[in-house]
């Protein structure tokens, strides 16, 4: 079949699965079908409106329910938790730490803003997330275990962590990476920003790692504005996040002490009250994805050149962004798929620039990276609202 029909037979297909509009259908909007008024109205009534209310702590204790992690601290967002995870991970100025190129920046940034380098790695194309396969490979030619942990060999810098991200909400290979990080003696934190109500054989993303984080963006599958949250099983580490998020104050009934370096990273009653109406929507909003999720599937199964990405047996997957995939790259049809769907008010977006393109991070230390730039040149993410299912 020929290929230069494409773009208009994908359109074809999305505008079967889209409800109708006379305005741009977007990639994500958020939804406010709940108590959102309610909670909010009632913080403007009591006047708690900043970083102290009964919100923030009923927030933190509804994710602590959702994801089974012992402790959860609310952040003013996804950014901010990333920072906090690798402070309290021992990251530190002059450290590497192993993150996949295929992310947002935001993961690379968290590494910057600590002083220490980013070490990029490649993707498989079955999660789109770490292949631990080729990490192990990587590791074994370029580090060495010292007494002091995972060394690089060519620049002498430690080898701190492992940075994994779940991308579009699917799980990424844990049980091949937690085993890559505990024979190489790495901390592994977990970038679930994405990945909130998605789970691994039943467990809840963002409780593998020693530590992770999870943002509630404008575009995320619940939002509570900006907003984030640190999730550790550690009660010590819980205990410093959540120190070191409120500026390290001593608590004190008037006194303004603090005993250590800390940042004002909390987050808003009103944010989190937000946040509290969303979550107890997130089932809902689950469920109508993934019959979008069902939708599209079938829209597209006909089409020669194209799939959808699915979740792998074992995942349950939160949907939040549904991932067109051309069968072989080509950038040049990925962006004439691109531009049909956005000029027919069809949101539709590429993958990330690969990090290790950005001018920042082009002299970081990376592995051969094939797998992440061929996915580059061959994802496509369509509109994703939970709303888009209510045709």
């Not at 509804?62 to 309290?88: H, I, M, P, S, W």
């Not at 292949?131 to 430690?158: F, Y």
């Not at 946040?275 to 993934?290: S, V």
Request: aromatic share 6%; glycine share 8%.
């Amino acid at each position: 079949m020929s290929r230069t029909g494409l773009p208009a037979r994908i359109l074809d297909a999305v505008r079967a699965v889209l409800p109708e509009t006379e305005t741009a259908t977007p990639l994500h909007a958020p939804e406010f079908r709940g108590r959102e008024w309610d909670y909010l109205k009632d913080c403007l009534d009591t006047g708690w409106v900043s970083s102290v209310g009964a919100y923030v702590d009923r927030f933190e204790a509804d994710l602590q329910t959702l994801t089974g992690a012992a402790r959860a601290v609310a952040v003013v967002n996804g950014t901010a938790a990333l920072d906090v995870c690798l402070r309290l991970a021992g990251v530190r100025p002059g450290d590497e730490v192993l993150v996949p190129t295929l992310t947002f920046v935001a993961t690379a940034n968290a590494v910057t803003c600590r002083g220490a380098v980013p070490h990029f790695v490649d993707s498989e194309p079955r999660t789109l997330g770490v292949d631990p396969q080729r990490l192990e490979a990587h590791l074994s030619k370029v580090a060495r275990l010292t007494d002091g942990g995972c060394v690089n060999v060519a620049t002498g810098a430690p080898i701190r962590a492992l940075m994994v991200m779940h991308v579009f909400g699917h799980p990424c290979d844990l049980d091949g990476l937690m085993e890559v990080a505990g024979r190489w003696r790495l901390v592994l934190v977990e970038d679930a920003a994405e990945a909130l109500g998605s789970r691994w054989r039943g467990r809840h993303m963002g409780t593998f790692g020693r530590l992770a984080a999870l943002s509630f963006n404008g575009n995320k599958i619940i939002t509570t504005g900006g907003g984030g949250a640190v999730l550790t099983d550690d009660p010590e580490l819980g205990r410093r996040a959540k120190h070191l998020t409120t500026t390290a104050k001593v608590p004190h009934r008037w006194a303004f002490d603090h005993d250590e370096v800390g940042w004002n990273y909390r987050m808003p009653n009103l944010n989190a009250a937000l946040g509290c109406a969303q979550l107890e929507r997130l089932p809902d909003m689950m469920a109508r994805k993934a019959r979008l999720a069902e939708r599209y599937a079938a829209a597209l199964a006909n089409i020669e050149g194209v799939s959808v990405l699915k979740p792998r047996p074992g995942a349950e997957v939160n949907h939040w962004l549904n991932t067109l995939l051309l069968d072989s790259p080509d950038p040049g049809m990925r962006d004439a798929v691109l531009g049909t769907l956005n000029d027919a008010g069809v949101q539709a977006r590429p993958l990330w620039t690969l990090m290790y393109r950005l001018p920042m991070y082009a002299g970081c230390p990376r592995d051969d990276l094939p797998v992440a730039e061929a996915l580059a040149a061959r994802v496509i993410n369509l509109p994703s609202g939970a709303a888009l299912a209510d045709l």
